[in-house]
């Protein structure tokens, strides 16, 4: 499609196309996507929560050269340069009617896939059943929102044979853009349940928006189950189409039979917990009713696995960074995992890329190498290892060359983690070639602890914080202690990106690791220590001046001219927190010293003691009273050329008044809001996992651990974790005080926690050595841990031990 090709799509209103009239190609709506070369279209799009036409200068200077704009101002200026741009009412409506009309060209069968749970799965599994009779294109991972559908579906061209597309919607009207772009000839609806409420009036509305992405299908497959109970809505909303409601019977063991269509087929199923069977049979009945042979079928299914359903980055054990996703193989997910590598890309930091044969492709390889090559340039990629037999002969000319093997195995024997010291490897394969092997045998730590940082739910909750803010107000962003818990390198350069106004830390140390990782924003050091002062100039720290001895050390440094410039200041007043800061009747001095030295002072700001509790409002309104009149008086003294602050989380929501020009976004980033009325807002920024180490069958009568604190009073199966309180598993937490879930199950703490290790009563269930336990994956799970341990939140993120695994992901 060339550019002169969209000015029919509806919401256009003024099109230049440039040079040449160049074909579209890739969409970008996320500017850190975009290439090297600036190839493709940008859409600026513009949300309650950010505006695409900012980053527009950053990626003129990048080389982009094709546009979807929706402010004329830049229409203009971009025409000026001859460049290809379109004024559209709606730049994300544009993004849809693309996709659209590029979906119009082909005249395969696409498949829709919609419900409240299990989409991604049964995508994947089927996928994964079709085989080689198809060549699928679908999306990649659950990029199902009404940016990734018409991303997915931009990706269909003539190596297809088939299209699988999953969409999920979370308000009314959202369904209907969507279906309009996939036009499935066939669906499946995996359940209709309460998940994303949320957008909905009621939940017959929300099932009524699901149905109708299937108007225009012949066929839609699902269980006997939701068609039983919803039968009635689904005759009402979709009277024409033919449902094929399947069931299994289980016959022994693993043994089962689906009956769907008046047909009966026996299988072997690799799962049997109920979602997986629900999956299953979605999967199956689908893949049957597309001609696969039953025979077919139960060949692939013992290859089938749970996918991952994100791309996840590991520390590696040279200072480089691992991103695996080492279980599937496709194009449209390779060009999603490049773009991640790309979002986790320090500044000159090599790509080596290690990538299996891929799957469900047509039989022409030559094009599949091409489209991996044109990838591979595009996204700037330093050295690619090559695994299987697709490779074989295959050659790209990179910087850092191309190697290839046959099989993992021949890969580990040549190949060393220290061959990539500081690199960022993207090991991406299907799952038969098993290059998860080099992910274990590669990454810095092997504990079986790990940490898992969800960076989606993080900007969500940014966001989130952002559209509460009056217009005009800025965010200082706390990424002290590790960013609470989180990672402060990985966390800061996301933040950086999103254009926060400033980053504050605890101590210079701090500041200076933010430094060496390449992150230029501003850096607010909340307690300069005197003997940090030097590196506070060297790496342009900015000191928060609490005290006039403080202030003293810093003059000196200033005074010495040992660096060419000085930092600029940040004054902290104490309104009633008594912690650090200078009271009112100190600023007149204060002022003076300032103004006599010459120093710039970048904001001045004051801390709450209790914003969080209503009980407390009269004294935070003191508090904001008395922070002005202290800013009053610096006025009054010369001092007026700068930034105010007060607000922490807690504030932000229950003093918007007070937000002046900047607030301190802290615990609220991470996902835990004091007023559970908004808690529901945010997500859920951290999961903490750990493996079980053994399993044993103890008697009624025995005790379990250090001091023979607790007796078990019947026989019991008890597990031991790998985790303890040197891992922020507190000692509080011993002898029942807290419950761990799994499944349904509620399993006690059992005995004292131990320094790197606990036990918990597996009584009634399955769990087996090396399976999975989760500490806590919910805000309430966090909640609940501090009361076990009468603290707080904080506490129990940021006492998150620095030996456990931290994995950042992106939904």
Not at 79 to 91: F, I, P, R
Not at 489 to 513: M, P, S, T
Not at 584 to 601: M, S, W
Request: include cysteine; glycine fraction near 8%; aromatic fraction near 8%.
């Amino acid at each position: 499609m060339r550019f002169e090709e969209i000015r029919g799509i509806s919401g256009i209103e003024k099109l230049n196309s440039g040079q040449g009239n160049p074909e579209i190609g890739q969409l970008w709506y996320d500017s850190r996507l975009v290439p090297e070369d600036g190839t493709g279209t940008f859409f600026a799009l513009v949300t309650e929560r950010g505006n695409g036409h900012a980053f527009i200068p950053d990626l003129i200077e990048k080389g982009v050269k094709q546009w979807v704009v929706s402010e004329s101002d830049w229409y203009k200026r971009l025409a000026e340069l001859n460049h290809s741009v379109a004024l559209a009412s709606g730049t994300r409506k544009i993004l849809s009617g693309i996709a659209a009309a590029h979906r119009s060209q082909f005249h395969f069968p696409v498949m829709a896939i919609t419900g409240s749970n299990g989409k991604t799965i049964v995508k994947e599994w089927l996928s994964q059943l079709l085989g080689h009779r198809y060549s699928v294109c679908k999306n990649p991972k659950s990029f199902n929102s009404q940016i990734g559908v018409p991303l997915s579906v931009w990706n269909l061209s003539n190596s297809h044979n088939f299209g699988l597309f999953e969409a999920g919607i979370s308000k009314s009207g959202e369904m209907q853009v969507l279906e309009a772009i996939i036009r499935p000839d066939l669906g499946i609806l995996t359940n209709l349940g309460s998940a994303h409420q949320e957008g909905f009036e009621s939940e017959e509305i929300k099932y009524r928006e699901k149905l109708s992405l299937f108007q225009g299908s012949e066929f839609l497959i699902l269980s006997s189950a939701v068609h039983s109970i919803h039968r009635r809505l689904i005759e009402s909303v979709l009277p024409a189409i033919s449902l094929i409601p399947w069931e299994w019977k289980l016959v022994e063991g693993n043994q089962y039979l689906l009956c769907f269509a008046g047909r009966q087929e026996l299988f072997r199923l690799p799962f049997r917990d109920p979602a997986s069977l629900e999956n299953l049979g979605n999967a199956i009945t689908a893949a049957l009713h597309l001609g696969i042979s039953t025979e077919e079928v139960a060949q692939a299914l013992p290859a089938l696995n749970l996918p991952e359903m994100r791309l996840s980055m590991k520390a590696g054990r040279y200072g480089n960074s691992l991103i695996d996703d080492s279980y599937t193989n496709d194009i449209s997910g390779l060009e999603a995992a490049l773009q991640f590598a790309g979002l986790q890309r320090r500044e000159n930091q090599s790509l080596v890329l290690i990538l299996s044969d891929a799957e469900g492709l047509s039989q022409d390889i030559k094009t599949i190498q091409e489209s991996i090559r044109s990838l591979i340039i595009s996204h700037n990629v330093s050295q690619l290892i090559t695994v299987g037999r697709q490779f074989a002969g295959y050659q790209v000319d990179l910087s850092g060359g191309h190697l290839h093997f046959s099989s993992a195995e021949e890969l580990m024997r040549n190949v060393s983690v220290s061959d990539f010291d500081s690199c960022i490897i993207l090991i991406k394969g299907s799952r038969r070639f098993g290059l998860e092997r080099l992910v274990t045998a590669w990454q810095e730590k092997i504990h079986g602890t790990y940490l898992e940082i969800n960076l989606d739910a993080l900007v969500h909750n940014l966001n989130f914080y952002k559209s509460r803010l009056p217009s005009g107000t800025g965010i200082m962003a706390m990424v002290k202690a590790f960013a609470y818990g989180s990672g402060d390198e990985e966390i800061a350069r996301l933040l950086e990106f999103h254009r926060v106004d400033y980053l504050a830390v605890a101590y210079a140390d701090e500041g200076i690791k933010l430094r060496e990782a390449g992150i230029r924003l501003p850096i607010m050091v909340m307690n300069p220590t005197p003997d940090a002062m030097d590196s506070i100039f060297q790496y342009n720290l900015e000191p928060e001046i609490y005290s006039f001895r403080i202030l003293n050390f810093f003059l000196d440094v200033h005074k010495s001219r040992r660096f060419p410039s000085s930092p600029a200041v940040h004054i902290k007043a104490d309104t009633g927190m008594h912690r650090l800061g200078f009271f009112k009747d100190e600023a007149g001095r204060l002022a003076q010293k300032l103004l006599e030295a010459g120093i710039r002072v970048a904001t001045v700001f004051s801390h709450l003691a209790a914003a969080d509790d209503p009980a407390l409002d009269d004294y935070t309104r003191e508090q904001i009273g008395g922070f002005s009149d202290f800013c009053t008086a610096l006025n009054s003294a010369g001092i007026s050329a700068y930034k105010k602050h007060i607000l922490n989380s807690a504030g932000i929501m229950r003093f918007p008044e007070a937000s002046f020009d900047l607030v301190r976004l802290g615990i609220g980033l991470y996902g835990i809001e004091s007023d559970k009325q908004l808690q529901a807002s945010l997500k859920s920024v951290s999961r903490l996992k750990t493996i079980v180490s053994q399993v044993k069958t103890i008697r009624a009568g025995e005790s379990v651990g250090y001091g023979r604190r607790e007796f078990l009073r019947q026989d019991s199966r008890i597990a031991t974790i790998a985790i303890g309180y040197s891992d922020g598993f507190r000692r509080a937490f011993s002898a029942g005080a807290v419950q761990l879930r799994w499944n349904d199950f509620k399993l006690p703490v059992v005995g004292n926690v131990c320094m790197d290790m606990s036990m918990i009563n597996v009584t009634g269930t399955s769990i087996d050595e090396g399976d999975e336990i989760t500490i806590f994956e919910t805000a309430s799970d966090v909640m609940e841990l501090a009361k076990a341990a009468a603290t707080i939140p904080y506490e129990i993120l940021t006492g998150i031990g620095h030996r456990v695994k931290r994995i950042y992901y992106r939904e």
